[in-house]
T-cell receptor
Framework: KAGVTQTPRYLIKTRGQQVTLSCSPI?????VSWYQQTPGQGLQFLFE???????NKGNFPGRFSGRQFSNSRSEMNVSTLELGDSALYLC????????????FGNGTRLTVT | GNSVTQMEGPVTLSEEAFLTINCTYT??????LFWYVQYPGEGLQLLLK?????DKGSNKGFEATYRKETTSFHLEKGSVQVSDSAVYFC????????????FGQGTTLQVKP
């Protein structure tokens, strides 16, 4: 079974631009969650999508948004990039039911200059 | 609110030494508890989990017991190997049917031959 796939692996953007990150979950998983990992703040939850609906949301500004498609693939968008958005963005998928464990991708490393 | 506190790292051990990484949590209700491991350049991998009080999660020689009375979930391994060198994260999910995890700050383990 293929794991969680995130593309691209690396991105370099300029302050003020926008960026879209992609995540393909494990086949059959209906939940996709996004996390931001930085040395200072650690791992922080951004949002979760389940069956194309946002089910949970973390405490990030509206510049961070996401969506999920009917095949469960998900995208995350960050608009008006700031230097502080530089981070490793991790996507995780699960069945979304009960206490099912999260399976993480290898992440997208975003650098904002 | 919900939070997870881990011991500060890095933890440096010699091969075959005994490992303990402390983790305590604050949560309302009855959370599920997890340990994840992150190797350099990779995403997080689920190491073990426990979903109710007194449950013991175990995998690859690692163990952790859900202690509700002390709100703890300490990770232990009897004999570490160089290949165990990684960052370890304790996490909780406050409810079921969610992809939202609350992580501790992570503990870096370095095992020397």
């Amino acid at each position: 079974k293929a794991g969680v796939t995130q593309t691209p692996r690396y991105l370099i953007k300029t302050r003020g631009q926008q960026v879209t990150l992609s995540c393909s979950p494990i086949s059959g998983h209906r939940s996709v969650s996004w996390y931001q990992q930085t040395p200072g703040q650690g791992l922080q939850f951004l949002f979760e999508y389940f069956s194309e609906t946002q089910r949970n949301k973390g405490n990030f500004p509206g510049r961070f948004s996401g969506r999920q498609f009917s095949n469960s693939r998900s995208e995350m968008n960050v608009s008006t990039l700031e230097l502080g958005d530089s981070a490793l963005y991790l996507c995780a998928s699960s069945s979304g039911e009960g206490n099912s464990p999260l399976h993480f991708g290898n992440g997208t490393r975003l650098t904002v200059t | 609110g919900n939070s997870v506190t881990q011991m500060e790292g890095p933890v440096t051990l010699s091969e075959e030494a005994f490992l303990t990484i402390n983790c305590t949590y604050t949560a309302t209700g009855y959370p599920s508890l997890f340990w994840y491991v992150q190797y350099p350049g990779e995403g997080l991998q689920l190491l073990l989990k426990a979903t109710k009080a007194d449950d013991k999660g175990s995998n690859k020689g690692f163990e952790a017991t859900y202690r509700k009375e002390t709100t703890s979930f300490h990770l232990e391994k009897g004999s570490v190997q160089v290949s165990d060198s990684a960052v370890y994260f304790c996490a909780l999910t406050p409810t079921s049917n969610t992809g939202k995890l609350i992580f501790g700050q992570g503990t870096t383990l370095q095992v020397k031959p």
